[in-house]
Structure formats: structure tokens, C-alpha cells
């Protein structure tokens, strides 16, 4: 169990109360979560970090800080961005409960990332397109914004729970072949457009909403490594002018 919860990374995006990251490491602590990733916080190391940790301060000293939300999840096999609104997304909505069984499976095949945003904006939209699934923690639909840190709480309780059953229950498949990391789709969705471009399927001028749609197609999908590299391959046999693919020369 500590295996998979020792791979769910908590990535707070804008934090602009450093008391609320001292409750956030709190609230991982007492879960049995301890990797914490902040982007761009407004102000850490900070005296109020550190007095709410309240004895989780080696997860603020360990806890890594980077400007771009790319770099904090680069390496993951699933990011589940937060949202205390539904707006409209065309990646599926978890409830607590299937998102945290999901993350703890996942996480038997690498890095897993639960990203929260800013205490006054949320994520931005961009933001929300890295995620490849979101989730919502249920609330009285007239007050739907929680807390960060109890935001946090509430998904690290839902993983630990989902842990502990799996511990007793059902053991993940063996076997199960990798799923691409968040680098390895960006990279497919860069190839995608060059290629796009290329066969003028895809005017630079007016892009429209096209590579969100089709970035939203293959994230739903949940594409493995080697699902990835054969789209690759297929794109680069295009780039070339298609044809035979070759044999000897
Ligand atoms: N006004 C913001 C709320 C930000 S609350 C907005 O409307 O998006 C700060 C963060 O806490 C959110 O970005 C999200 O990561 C988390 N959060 C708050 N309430 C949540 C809820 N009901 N479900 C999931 N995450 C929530």
C-alpha cells in the first residue's frame, strides 16, 4: 500500500496562501502521502507554511518547486486535475471514490497526479487540458468551493481508503502494459500538429479547436506507451509522403 501512495504526487498550482501548503503537507502526512510539487506559489518557504505543517515540515522540505505545470507532471501515468465547478469538460468527472480506486491501480505502473488550483481562480482551461481525467468532490450544489487543503483531505482520505481495500481485495493485474506518461502525450500531440500542418489539414491561422479536440480524443482514450509509439510511427511514415514503408535502403 505504501508502494502506491508513496507515487500519487500532490501538485498545487498558484498557491497564494503559504498557511494553506503547511495544511496540505498536514493533511498528505496523515494519509501516508509525501510527494508535493508546488508551481509557482506566491510565497514558500514561509513562516505560516511551516506553522500549520504542525510536524509535516520534511514534506515541505522535500517538496520540489517548479514554474510550469508540464515539468510537474512530465513523468506521470495519469493526472486527475480538481475542479469545484463542471464546466463543460470533455474528459470524464470522477467522484472521489472511483477517481482514487483509479489513481492507486494506475499507480502500479508509475508516478500518478492529483492537481489543485489557485484559492481564487481554480484552474486555468489550459491547465485542465493537461489533465487526462478530472474530479469533483461532491458538495451542496449553492456552495460547491472547499477549502484547498480539505479539498486535498478529502481526495488523500478517498486514495488511502482505496488503498487499504486493495491491500485485502483484489490485486492489481499483473502483466498490465504501461500507460504512456504525460511527456510521451505531449510529445504525440506536438508530432500531431507538425504533421496536421504539414498536409494542410490543419491551417496554423485559423487552428480552431481542432488539437483540443483531438487532445481530449486521446486522453479519454487512455493510451499506453505502445499505442503511443505506433500513432508516432504512423505520423512519421506520413510526414515522409506515405508510400511502402521501406525495406533495406
Ligand atoms: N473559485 C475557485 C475555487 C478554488 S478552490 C473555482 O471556482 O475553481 C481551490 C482549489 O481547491 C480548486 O482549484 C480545487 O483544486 C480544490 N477544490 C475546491 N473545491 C473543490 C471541489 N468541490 N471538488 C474538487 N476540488 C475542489
Not at 510527494?35 to 509535516?56: H, I, K, M, S, Y
Not at 472547499?146 to 483531505?153: E, H, I, K, P
Request: net charge neutral; glycine share 10%.
Amino acid at each position: 500500500m505504501e508502494d502506491q501512495l508513496g507515487r500519487i504526487r500532490v501538485v498545487l498550482v498558484g498557491t497564494s496562501h503559504p498557511g494553506n501548503i503547511g495544511s496540505v503537507a498536514r493533511a498528505m502526512k496523515a494519509m501516508g502521502l509525501s510527494d508535493l510539487v508546488l508551481v509557482d506559489p506566491q510565497r514558500f518557504p514561509a513562516a505560516e507554511a511551516t506553522a500549520l505543517a504542525a510536524g509535516a515540515d520534511d514534506l515541505l522540505a522535500r517538496a520540489r518547486v517548479l514554474t510550469r505545470l508540464e515539468d510537474a507532471v512530465a513523468d506521470c501515468v495519469w493526472v486527475v486535475g480538481t475542479s469545484a465547478r463542471r464546466r463543460g469538460h470533455s474528459v470524464p468527472v470522477f467522484d472521489p471514490e472511483p477517481a482514487a480506486r483509479e489513481l492507486i491501480a494506475r499507480a502500479s505502473g508509475g508516478s500518478v497526479a492529483l492537481v489543485f488550483g489557485r484559492e481564487s481562480s481554480g484552474l486555468t482551461n489550459a491547465e485542465l487540458d493537461r489533465c487526462t481525467a478530472l474530479v469533483q468532490i461532491p458538495t451542496d450544489p449553492g456552495f460547491s468551493s472547499l477549502n484547498l487543503a480539505a479539498a486535498v483531505q478529502v481526495l488523500a482520505y478517498a486514495c488511502r481508503t482505496a488503498a487499504l481495500v486493495g491491500d485485502s481485495g483484489s490485486a492489481p493485474g499483473g502483466g498490465v502494459e504501461r500507460h504512456a506518461t504525460q511527456a510521451e502525450m505531449e510529445a504525440l500531440f506536438e508530432h500531431y500538429q507538425r504533421v496536421l500542418v504539414q498536409i494542410e489539414f490543419l491551417d496554423p491561422e485559423k487552428p480552431r479547436h481542432l488539437m483540443r479536440r483531438l487532445r481530449h480524443l486521446y486522453q479519454r482514450a487512455g493510451l499506453t506507451a505502445n499505442e503511443v509509439r505506433i500513432l508516432r510511427g504512423i505520423l512519421t511514415h506520413t510526414e515522409r509522403g506515405g508510400g511502402r514503408p521501406r525495406t533495406g535502403s
